[in-house]
């Protein structure tokens, strides 16, 4: 049964657009890439890089770690399980770029597996040159059993064969374009997995180009190994606040092997999830191939066009807080400085009501006692002069005229009459004479 499904497998691979080797360059292992048809040489700035194009790690500038699992070629009559999964992860290089580490595996269960281990590294020429290289070591195992102890190759030269392997590759962006061209090779170097013969694993040459937005992914690519080609196509797009991706492809070969694909994925700032679909139209008897991968992102992780978004707004709220508080505080402190202007009137009007009122009380204390002195002056009338003295006289004078100047009084004018009497004639004083104004009397 064992040797049955080993020749299954043999064969499902052999038409699953690829010979079983091709496990080891399987550049679409993980859920995106297969979504996609296989068209992802040209997509960079991902962790899935170390599988499919080295140089589009350069531009990762945060840790990310990813795996996976997949179900091959499900409800194959003879109860096959075709299995494989992933697991990477990249670590950003100040000033270099991106080295990242990968681990793939495939095979029957209980019969045979393969593991290929990955060592990549890519960095900037400039900021629209990628470059990377990887290195990759390959391990084939047989399971042992009573099977494949009878068998000579296996009981000769055992269960297993290492291999190593290397790849290269660039990525060229059109800037300001939304336009990026991939270009990688597999296996350069014709790496020997063979058990008793020589099995070499062939170069693989791929070459793709990407129409590359923020919200859609468009891509094409061709692979040529020896004398077989394959042209893919694939698409994403983002909806829902750049947090829901839905995703479709198509693989197409020389040999009449074609594919369909679809999946989607879900993100947040630090996780996502993705799923894929792949439908082998040349196989019959099968529900396809279903993978679901998983990623985790630590450090300077790339904010969507949401998040950006929602950060200006923060940030706009932000500056208009600050404003409203700065008008705020400029408002209490203009508030303050009335405040304290208003006291200062207020203080200065009830400093001038006090001098008021104290002139007022003057101004009473002054008419009171002016008051006073005319009553006094009523009865009483004062002698301006404590003695005889001498006037000249001037015109317009007269006796009452005088009598009110010295005396207050001008009912007294007959004292300066009786003292100039020989001086006056019928009462007119002429201007010139010397008039004696006489010491009052009371």
């Known amino acids: 049964m064992k040797k049955l499904k080993l020749n299954i497998l043999i064969l499902l691979t052999a038409l699953y657009a690829a010979p079983l080797q091709a496990m080891f360059d399987d550049g679409s292992a993980s859920s995106r890439p297969l979504a996609m048809g296989g068209a992802f040489t040209c997509v960079y700035g991902t962790t899935y890089d170390v599988f499919s194009n080295p140089a589009g790690l350069a531009s990762l500038q945060y840790y990310e770690i990813?795996?996976?699992?997949?179900?091959?070629?499900?409800?194959?009559?003879?109860?096959?399980?075709?299995?494989?999964?992933?697991?990477?992860?990249?670590?950003?290089?100040?000033?270099?770029?991106?080295?990242?580490?990968?681990?793939?595996?495939?095979?029957?269960?209980?019969?045979?597996?393969?593991?290929?281990?990955?060592?990549?590294?890519?960095?900037?020429?400039?900021?629209?040159?990628?470059?990377?290289?990887?290195?990759?070591?390959?391990?084939?195992?047989?399971?042992?059993?009573?099977?494949?102890?009878?068998?000579?190759?296996?009981?000769?030269?055992?269960?297993?064969?290492?291999?190593?392997?290397?790849?290269?590759?660039?990525?060229?962006k059109l800037d300001p374009l939304p336009v990026v061209f991939g270009f990688s090779g597999d296996n350069l170097n014709n790496p020997d997995v063979g058990l008793a013969g020589s099995d070499m694993l062939v170069p693989v040459y791929k070459a793709g180009v990407a129409f590359m937005t923020e919200d859609i992914t468009l891509t094409a690519e061709a692979k040529i190994k020896t004398i077989e080609t394959y042209l893919s196509l694939g698409a994403e797009g983002w909806v829902i606040s750049h947090n829901l991706v839905l995703r479709s492809g198509f693989n197409m070969s020389s040999k009449g092997v074609n594919e369909i694909a679809a999946g989607f994925g879900y993100r947040t700032h630090n996780f996502d999830v993705n799923y894929a679909f792949v439908l082998p139209v040349g196989i019959s008897g099968t529900m396809g191939s279903h993978m679901v991968n998983v990623s985790f992102k630590f450090g300077d992780v790339p904010k969507t066009k949401e998040e950006k978004g929602l950060e200006q707004l923060n940030a706009e709220l932000a500056r208009a807080k600050s404003d409203i508080s700065t008008d705020k505080e400029n408002d209490e402190k203009v508030r303050l400085e009335n405040e304290k202007k208003i006291e200062e009137l207020n203080q200065a009007v009830k400093q001038k009501d006090e001098q008021i009122s104290k002139i007022k009380e003057k101004e009473d204390i002054v008419k009171s006692v002016a008051t006073e002195i005319n009553k006094k002056l009523d009865t009483e009338p004062v002698n301006k002069i404590p003695q005889e003295i001498t006037y000249k006289a001037v015109k317009g004078d007269n006796l009452k005229g005088l009598a009110e100047k010295y005396y207050n009084d001008a009912k007294k004018w007959t004292l300066i009459y009786n003292a100039n009497k020989d001086k006056i004639r019928g009462g007119v004083i002429v201007p010139g004479t010397m008039i004696i104004i006489p010491k009052a009397v009371k």
């Open 66 to 172: 990813v795996t996976g699992y997949n179900k091959r070629l499900i409800g194959l009559t003879d109860g096959s399980d075709i299995m494989s999964a992933i697991f990477g992860a990249n670590l950003p290089v100040k000033g270099f770029g991106s080295i990242g580490f990968g681990w793939q595996t495939t095979g029957l269960s209980g019969i045979y597996q393969e593991h290929a281990f990955t060592l990549a590294l890519g960095t900037a020429l400039s900021n629209n040159i990628y470059i990377g290289g990887s290195l990759k070591g390959y391990l084939k195992v047989f399971t042992g059993d009573a099977y494949t102890a009878l068998d000579p190759v296996f009981a000769s030269i055992g269960y297993s064969k290492t291999a190593f392997g290397a790849g290269a590759g660039v990525i060229l």
